[in-house]
């Protein structure tokens, strides 16, 4: 098979790895949270070679991710795990870190809330978690292209659709996440990071 590729992945992965050059300078042990075509495992794992990055995805996925970490041949991306938030199962922590990219979108709502209330199960107690993607902020639509997306996603799916930033972070804090930065991307997406025990911001 040939590898898996987006257009998006590759726009995004440089403004992406700036805010993680900065997120996770200190961390040592990455899951990434529904990794896709692969593209961003390789490319981060690269790029920070202080990290262990550990690409996740539905077991469906995991044929092209394996593809671009193959290639990279990298000894600090090793192969990727099955994870589905509806498992009773789920990967091994504890991670110090955690990134996801365009998935709460994809995700179905309830799924949303299944990943953050368990998420804690994953993580070590000082734990940074940056989540990218396009946001509703206040209720609200950032730019007429997110309102043309979200049409666009409900289309393909109606548990699709863009979430809300204040929704969502009442999920992280219940979890015990601190918003710590949230970050404008092109775009009209942003980087959302909380860190697990730290002071409100």
Same mark, same amino acid.
């Given at each position: 098979?040939? #590898?898996?590729?987006?257009?998006?992945?590759? +726009?995004?992965? *440089?403004? !992406?790895?700036? /805010?993680? +050059? *900065?997120?996770?300078?200190?961390? #040592?042990?990455?899951?990434?949270?529904?990794?896709?075509?692969? $593209?961003?495992?390789?490319?981060? =794992?690269?790029?920070?070679?202080?990290?262990?990055? $550990?690409?996740?995805?539905?077991?469906?996925?995991?044929?092209? !991710?394996?593809?671009?970490? &193959? *290639?990279?041949?990298?000894?600090? =991306?090793?192969?990727?795990?099955? @994870?589905?938030?509806? &498992?009773?199962?789920?990967?091994?922590?504890? @991670? &110090?870190?955690?990134?996801?990219?365009? %998935?709460?979108? !994809?995700?179905?709502?309830?799924?949303?809330?299944?990943?953050?209330?368990?998420?804690?199960?994953?993580?070590?107690?000082?734990?940074? /978690?940056? /989540?990218?993607?396009? @946001?509703? /902020?206040?209720?609200?639509?950032?730019? &007429?292209?997110?309102? =043309?997306?979200?049409? %666009?996603? #409900?289309?393909?799916?109606?548990?699709?659709?863009?979430?809300? +930033? *204040?929704?969502?972070?009442?999920?992280?804090?219940?979890?015990?996440?601190?918003?710590?930065?949230?970050?404008?991307?092109?775009?009209?997406?942003?980087?959302?990071?909380?860190?697990?025990?730290?002071?409100?911001?």
């Amino acid at each position: 098979m040939d #590898k898996p590729w987006s257009a998006a992945c590759e +726009r995004n992965r *440089e403004p !992406i790895l700036a /805010v993680l +050059r *900065e997120q996770f300078a200190g961390r #040592k042990r990455v899951l990434e949270i529904g990794s896709g075509s692969g $593209q961003h495992a390789a490319y981060f =794992a690269r790029a920070l070679p202080h990290l262990l990055w $550990q690409a996740s995805d539905r077991a469906d996925h995991l044929p092209g !991710i394996r593809l671009w970490l &193959d *290639e990279a041949a990298l000894a600090n =991306a090793p192969a990727p795990l099955a @994870f589905d938030v509806n &498992d009773a199962a789920w990967p091994a922590g504890p @991670f &110090d870190a955690a990134f996801s990219a365009n %998935t709460l979108h !994809i995700m179905a709502w309830p799924e949303v809330q299944r990943l953050f209330a368990r998420l804690p199960e994953l993580l070590a107690p000082d734990a940074t /978690v940056v /989540v990218y993607g396009p @946001f509703n /902020v206040g209720g609200r639509y950032t730019s &007429d292209s997110n309102a =043309a997306f979200d049409v %666009t996603l #409900k289309a393909r799916a109606p548990h699709m659709g863009l979430r809300d +930033r *204040e929704a969502v972070d009442a999920l992280a804090r219940a979890s015990g996440l601190r918003l710590a930065a949230d970050v404008a991307m092109p775009a009209h997406n942003r980087c959302l990071v909380w860190r697990r025990g730290a002071a409100p911001a």
